[in-house]
Nanobody, 128 residues
Framework: QVQLVESGGGSVQAGGSLRLSCAVSGMIIGTRCMAWFRQGIGKEREWVARISHSSDTLAYADFAKGRFTISYDFAKNTVYLQMNSLKPEDSAMYYC?????????????????????WGQGTQVTVSS
């Protein structure tokens, strides 16, 4: 019933930008804590950014601060991740995730088990 579908990934040169989209069906994004994670080849999955229900609070991993922006488009029921000044180390599969309970607060330090719903991922490759 709940489905998250990521898109917008691709191959870019260092310093370029990408805007990832997470189209959500089966639930209203404004009622949930939403987050982006990523996983590079040979690396563990790591948190990138999260946004609370009604987008009242935002938080980012240290590597994303000043370069990435998470946002909602409520009319489209879609979550975005704008990525600027991309670096080769940003290359990874990027995943959209949502908590299971309406109105549940976002964790201060999000972990993978905190999120019940996941998309299939979209690949980002940054070349030098």
């Amino acid at each position: 019933q709940v489905q998250l579908v990521e898109s917008g990934g691709g191959s870019v040169q260092a310093g370029g930008s990408l805007r990832l989209s997470c189209a959500v069906s089966g639930m209203i994004i404004g009622t949930r804590c939403m987050a982006w994670f990523r996983q590079g080849i040979g690396k563990e999955r790591e948190w990138v950014a999260r946004i609370s229900h009604s987008s009242d609070t935002l938080a980012y991993a240290d590597f994303a601060k000043g370069r990435f922006t998470i946002s909602y488009d409520f009319a489209k029921n879609t979550v975005y991740l704008q990525m600027n000044s991309l670096k080769p180390e940003d290359s990874a599969m990027y995943y959209c995730a949502a908590r299971s309970r309406n109105g549940a607060a976002c964790p201060v330090f999000p972990l993978e088990p905190d999120f019940s719903y996941w998309g299939q991922g979209t690949q980002v490759t940054v070349s030098s």
